[in-house]
């Protein structure tokens, strides 16, 4: 690396897929060309419209997939996407659910068992912590997933518009701890379509288009390149139904 | 790191036996039951109705079996392991031998409750615990070793190409035939009984049954070129889903 801030770097990155699951099948290119750099300290947004490839960037950046041509360059960190729910089993409890889903977002078991208590606070499943999550409402296994995911603290941090769940209560509620997490300085890469949340929450922002880079940047000029191109492309605004241009 | 892994494979095991006995009503009690079905099954074909048994024929199937539902479960449980956890492996970067290592070390969890009542009954058949028992724990580790080769290199391919799964099956289930697991092989005439007893899984019965039933000590030097070929095998399937591993995010399940 040239410079010790420089965490994560990835230049022409391209990762293809395959169309079917032939021998020799087609490939799809989901990522073309993407270059961006990622400082620490940097909380980066990463806008496009759907299917720009941005969850697969997301993907790379986090050491999941590997890039099929151009490099990723990464400092000894670790990389973590904010996955909810991940590895939870129907049939254990929220407490054992917890403690796997910790370890397998990277977290020491100790680590994970002095937290418990302010998972179980948090996720306000009260004596529920204790029964098999099978028996939890969906509201109640996204706020445990919430509460776990919330306890993980990556050097960089890869989110994947998972800003808010549960009821509206709880949404404030994550939301806000989200927003917290992401103000004490930590590293994060949070990819939206949400354009007002990646404006409010990043201060770098890099702009995918059909898997490529267009630019990367401040957040206002991304923002402006993005609207100017928007506009060309002669995207017309959408009627809402009560008549008022959205 | 390395700390990390193991505590993480250890839980998994724990959560996978937990999750496992309490998805059932009888939960542990299928652990010994199902293996004790099939077990009555073969006596009841090759003993009651066949009368191809013999003398000791009950005690050697039961070690036979005992032994070969371990090694095939740890292969075909672990072999697909990998293929069954694409969802999480989409999802998180971890090693992806962790998922075959889960599944074989809960089936060799549950393998030791199903051995420790096999010893009870032999013992009450007859064939009372022994010296010989001292050899137990390295022909276990090569039994493990062997299953583990083997499952690894299944888990490896299996991803790519599930459709392998309806074949390993079958494959098994001559192999389980062929290797004297329902039949010892000294009712195989000469010299097909010599082809035969190169077998890994044929030396591990031969070896089991002379401990448990006859107090004899293995033969060590054929125990332990099954242990070498089965380093061998682990180190093989490790390094094919090293070389795999890009492309198993990919793949959709």
Redo the contacts between chains.
């Keep these: 690396m040239d410079t010790p801030d420089i965490l994560v770097e990835l230049r022409h990155v391209g990762v293809a897929f395959s169309a079917q699951r032939r021998l020799a099948g087609s490939r799809f290119w989901a990522l073309e060309d993407v270059s961006l750099t990622l400082r620490r300290g940097e909380r980066l947004g990463v806008i496009g419209r759907n299917g720009a490839g941005k969850s697969t960037l997301l993907r790379v950046i986090a050491g999941i997939l590997a890039p099929d041509r151009g490099s990723v360059r990464r400092a000894p960190v670790s990389c973590q996407l904010l996955s909810l729910a991940l590895g939870f089993t129907p049939h254990l409890s929220g407490r054992d659910n917890a403690v796997l889903s910790g370890l397998m977002l990277g977290l020491r078991r100790r680590d994970i068992v002095a937290r418990l208590p302010a998972i179980r606070e948090f996720s306000e499943l009260g004596d529920f912590f204790e029964q098999p999550i099978a028996t939890y409402s969906a509201g109640m296994t996204m706020r445990l997933a919430f509460s776990v995911a919330i306890q993980v603290e990556p050097d960089v941090l890869l989110i994947d518009e998972v800003l808010a769940v549960g009821d509206a209560e709880f949404q404030q509620k994550s939301g806000a701890a989200l927003r917290a997490r992401m103000a004490e300085g930590h590293t994060v890469v949070l990819v939206s379509h949400d354009e007002a949340q990646v404006a409010r929450l990043c201060d770098r922002v890099l702009w995918v288009e059909h898997g490529k880079s267009v630019c990367e940047g401040p957040r206002d000029e991304v923002f402006a390149a993005y609207h100017r191109d928007l506009h060309l492309a002669g995207a017309a605004p959408v009627p809402s139904v009560d008549g008022v241009v959205a | 790191m390395r700390?990390?892994l193991i505590?993480?494979v250890l839980?998994?095991t724990y959560?996978e036996l937990?999750?496992e006995r309490?998805?059932s009503y009888l939960g542990l009690i299928w652990w010994v039951l199902e293996p004790a079905l099939m077990m009555g099954t073969f006596w009841l074909v090759f003993d009651v109705i066949m009368k191809s048994g013999g003398p000791g024929y009950l005690p050697s199937l039961l070690i036979g079996l005992t032994l070969w539902q371990w090694m095939k479960s740890c292969m075909t449980h672990g072999g697909y392991a990998i293929w069954s956890n694409l969802g999480?492996?989409?999802?998180?970067?971890?090693p992806p031998l962790v998922f075959p290592i889960v599944a074989m070390l809960s089936d060799t969890v549950k393998f030791f409750y199903i051995f420790a009542l096999l010893v009870v009954i032999l013992w009450i058949a007859g064939y009372p615990p022994n010296m010989a028992y001292l050899a137990l724990p390295p022909l276990f580790v090569a039994v493990l070793l062997f299953a583990a080769g083997v499952g690894f290199v299944i888990a490896a391919v299996v991803p790519l190409l599930p459709d392998l799964r309806f074949v390993i099956e079958q494959v098994l289930t001559v192999v389980m035939f062929l290797s004297g697991v329902v039949f010892s092989l000294g009712n195989v005439p000469s010299p097909l009984r010599e082809i035969m007893a190169l077998n890994p899984v044929a030396v591990i019965m031969d070896a089991s049954r002379g401990i448990l039933m006859r107090g004899e000590w293995p033969n060590w030097v054929g125990l332990g070129k099954v242990t070498l070929i089965s380093i061998a095998a682990c180190l093989i399937g490790a390094a094919v889903v090293a070389r795999l591993a890009?492309r198993y995010?990919?793949?959709?399940t």
Aim: aromatic residues 4%; hydrophobic residues 50%; proline residues 9%.
């Design positions: 700390q990390h505590e993480l839980f998994s959560a937990r999750a309490a998805r999480l492996v989409r999802q998180v970067h971890l890009p995010p990919k793949l959709a």
